[in-house]
């Protein structure tokens, strides 16, 4: 071989070479995240409340440019709801999506948002508003008990109470058992009307209600509709039972090992998100409340003077709460009441 053609041999050798290693690079830059967070969620991705996790997952991946990267979970696959809170606050889990109903064993004064039967004087956007105007009062609470909070989106509606057999007033719900979420106010206020309290999960309710061991359940039209609970439960009460907010949490030692600059782009997604999600929440309870009203048998809408007299007959489950909250309880209340003894954020 002659030397002009050993030397353009060579050439082409260093060039195919140089141009493999740049292209690894390349793809390796492109495919590779530089943190990946495992986001754990009990709700479906068609469920409203799936839906905003999706939403803030995809902005944080987009604003990120795809050095974060959101790994969903859905319907509780690796982590229950109930235990999401607990996981995420040890790092089994980055991040979880869930109701304030969950972990108000490790954080009482989220029972705020889950009042039950408010008087009418509260609306719907008051629980909301407790949580925008006061985010920091809360924060600090939820950071205290290790983890953070990153938004918080209301549930858009108030639930009510699906029941094998109607039920227009107090006295219906005598004997009756009565499927209800945790923490302490819910299950102490239907006691107060002479139930009984059932604790079901969720993926056993359905069955409970078609055998009989509970007659009722608290629950949202979302809920009854998506879980076909109209086949067991035909009879609808529409009142104001209790409303709630959804929280997206990261474990605090996951985010502080993030750049500032990403520490920044979530705080950003998050509030856009949470912005979305609560324009979103509302009008997903307005469709679903019309797909209830067509799938039962009735849909009774609970009269101004028995919703007041409901409303009556928990507010002694309100004053035990706000006095077991300590100091802490009538600053909590007047959050919601929207009264001036509020703490400064």
Known sequence: MRNNDKKMLFACLVLVM???FAAAGYAA???????????????NKNDMRGEVGAYWADLVEKKTNGKVKVDLHYSGEIISGKD?????????????????SYFTGDVPAVELFILPLPPPTV????????WKDNRNFFTAKIEKKGCKPLLAFPM????????RKPIRTAEDFKGKKVRVAG?????????????G???????EIYPALQNGTVDAVITLDETYVANSFYEVAPYVTQCQWYTGNYFI???PAVFAKLTPDLQKIIMECSKEAEIWGEKHSYAAADIARNKAKAKSKEYYVLPDKEAQRWSEMVQPVWTTWAKDQGPDGQILLDMLLKKKNKPKN
């Open 18 to 20: 140089f141009l493999g």
């Open 29 to 43: 830059e492109k495919v590779t995240p530089s943190v990946k967070l495992t986001f754990s969620t009990e709700y």
């Open 84 to 100: 999401a809170f607990a996981g995420t606050a040890s790092g089994a889990i980055d991040v979880s999506l869930l109701s304030s």
């Open 123 to 130: 609306k719907l956007d008051d629980f909301s508003d407790a």
């Open 156 to 163: 858009g509606t108030f639930t009510l109470v699906v029941s």
């Open 183 to 195: 923490g302490k106010v819910l299950p102490a206020s239907v006691r107060a009307f002479g139930a």
């Open 197 to 203: 309290t059932a604790t079901i999960a969720a993926a």
């Open 249 to 251: 949490l990261i474990n």
